[in-house]
Structures are given as structure tokens and as C-alpha cells.
């Protein structure tokens, strides 16, 4: 069976071999992420029997273990999907494939077991790469708080729009939107009788709650693909005069991307639901925002947010 054809088996079989290797995982890494990392790894397989060199694949395996450390385990996830590949070739394939295989899949788990540094940041990556890291964080807030997972998505679209009306370019607006979606995710180190507590939180439970910005961001930025992402998630809760948290930042030496997380995430979380309260009404949510423009929020950008809510921007 030549190369092409072997691809052509692969590229069938794919949805098969990615369903089997993440049945053989823990429920916790069945994500959408470890379903596209596994998708691609057959996918670049397929490509390494077109080609007729598996280093396709394997150079692929190190750039990807790199890329999602931290963030899921690609070496499970990969060695799953590996098994499943090796399957389909022995069944499909003619013994030279099998063969060539087979020597790949040494360099392939050498590459699994390999120690890595994920404390550099790449500069340009594919959007669908950060999106795949993402989702999978998101997946880790939906095991702790579903409505804390809800509340990011609802932030991630406000400060979406935001962007937008403040003039924002696509990337920007993209990475708004991610800062959102991921501004809470310190929210997994909380204890969850703090976290889901159905009454307002006394003082040491919330200096405990306080600490999710900090350990937001000790996590973000040990992630390459999204340490960009660390000043907004560690500083949405300073406050424009000063007196917000983690370090009392004040004015515009609060990041803007924090100031506009910041906005958007008290306004959702006025308007959204609370185990300890009922939504507030849009309109009772915009009158706060007003209250607190110029000691607690940018001027601009709850201006901002009232052409957004009010004008449907």
C-alpha cells in the first residue's frame, strides 16, 4: 500500500483512533483541546505517510508537548492517539509502512518523556492554537464552578464589544476577548465552600477570594501560548483611584486590558446570576457602573459600556 493510500486510511479512521485514545484517558482530559491535539497528531501522521518521512510527525510531537504543557497532558493524550495509529497501519497497511512505523514510534515517545521549559512565550502562534489552550482552562473552571465558567463566557463578549466601540483592531478585540474568558481561572485554587457559598462572604473568606487574581496569573504565565494574557487577569480587580487589589495599582498604570476586563466583568456579575442574590436589572447594573466612574472604573470605559448596552453595539 503506498503512502497516499495509507493517508487516505488515516484520514477515515481519524475520528475512530480519537474517540478510542480519549476513552483510554481520565474523564478530566476528555477535553475539546485533547480531541483536537489528538486530531492533529493522526492528522500529521497521515501527512508523514504522504510524504514518506515520519519526522512530519515526530517534529510535530515536540512542538505540541511544548505548546499545551500546562495545560493538558499531551504526552497522554499523543501516546493514546499513538496506539490507535500504530492499530490502523497493522490493519491497513503493508509491512515496509508498518516498519517505518514502527521506528517513528520510538522518536515519538522519546519526545513524550522528554523534560520541557514552558517558561518562554511564543511570539506568533495560530488563533486556533491559543483557542485550544483556552478552551481547555475553561474546561478545568466548568469542574469547579459552572456558573463561574458562565460568567467568563459573558465577560469575553462584553469585553468583545467593548473593544469594538472603543475602536479596538480585530487582534486587539481577539485578545480582549480571550483576557475575558480566562480572568477568572484563579477561581480553580479557590475552595469551592468560598467559591459557591449561597451569603455574602465575611472578611477572611473574601481575603481568600481575593486571591484568585494572583493565582490567575501565576498560572497564565507559565502557559507560552497565552502569557500575554497575565496583566489582565492578575490586575481586573484594581481600581481606577487605587484602592482595588492585587498591588493598589491606580490611573493608566493599571494595564488598559484590565480596566476594560474590569467593566465588563462587574457589570456581568451584576446582571448575572449569584447564589446569594437574584440579577440585577441592565439598568440597575449601568447606574452602579456610574457610581463608581472615576474611583473604581476608567471613566472611558464605562462610558464605553453604556453606548454598548444602551445602543446595542
Known amino acids: 500500500m503506498n503512502g497516499a493510500r495509507v493517508a487516505a486510511v488515516l484520514h477515515d479512521r481519524a475520528p475512530h483512533i480519537v474517540r478510542t485514545a480519549l476513552d483510554r484517558l481520565g474523564p478530566g482530559d476528555r477535553t475539546v483541546a485533547a480531541k483536537i491535539v489528538a486530531l492533529r497528531f493522526v492528522e500529521r501522521c497521515a501527512d508523514a505517510s504522504a510524504a514518506g518521512d515520519w519526522r512530519v510527525a515526530t517534529d510535530w510531537v515536540e512542538t505540541a508537548c511544548a505548546r499545551y504543557a500546562g495545560i493538558l497532558a499531551p504526552d497522554d493524550v499523543i ?3 499513538l496506539e490507535g495509529v500504530g492499530r490502523a497501519l497493522r490493519i491497513a497497511a503493508d509491512g515496509s509502512v508498518v516498519r517505518a512505523f514502527e521506528c517513528a514510534r520510538a522518536d515519538v515517545q522519546a519526545a513524550l518523556a522528554r523534560p520541557r521549559d514552558v517558561a518562554g512565550t511564543a511570539d506568533r502562534e495560530a488563533v486556533d492554537e491559543v483557542d485550544v489552550v483556552i478552551d481547555g482552562m475553561l474546561t478545568r473552571l466548568d469542574q469547579t464552578d459552572v456558573l463561574t ?13 467593548l473593544a469594538k466601540r472603543l475602536g479596538a483592531s480585530k487582534e486587539e478585540a481577539i485578545h480582549l476577548g480571550r483576557a475575558g474568558l480566562i480572568h477568572d481561572i484563579g477561581k480553580v485554587t479557590t475552595p469551592a465552600s468560598i467559591l459557591t457559598a449561597p451569603r ?14 494572583e493565582a490567575g496569573a501565576l498560572i497564565v504565565r507559565e502557559i507560552p501560548l497565552i502569557a500575554n494574557l497575565t496583566p489582565a487577569v492578575r490586575s481586573h480587580h484594581e481600581r481606577f483611584d487605587g484602592t482595588g487589589y492585587p498591588e493598589r495599582l ?3 498604570s493599571i494595564p488598559r486590558e484590565a480596566r ?3 467593566v465588563a466583568d462587574a457589570f ?7 447564589p446569594y442574590r437574584p440579577p440585577l436589572a441592565p439598568s440597575v447594573a449601568l447606574e452602579q457602573l456610574v457610581g463608581g466612574r472615576g474611583s473604581q472604573f476608567d471613566p472611558e470605559i464605562v462610558d464605553a459600556m453604556i453606548d454598548v448596552v444602551t445602543n446595542r453595539t
Open 200 to 213: 455574602r462572604l465575611d472578611d477572611a473568606e473574601m481575603e481568600i477570594m481575593r486571591g484568585h487574581s
Open 260 to 262: 476594560i476586563v474590569a
Open 250 to 252: 491606580m490611573y493608566e
Open 268 to 274: 456581568n456579575a451584576m446582571i448575572g446570576r449569584r
Open 149 to 161: 465558567a458562565e460568567h467568563s463566557r459573558a465577560v469575553a463578549s462584553w469585553c468583545t464589544r
Open 79 to 81: 501516546g493514546a492517539a
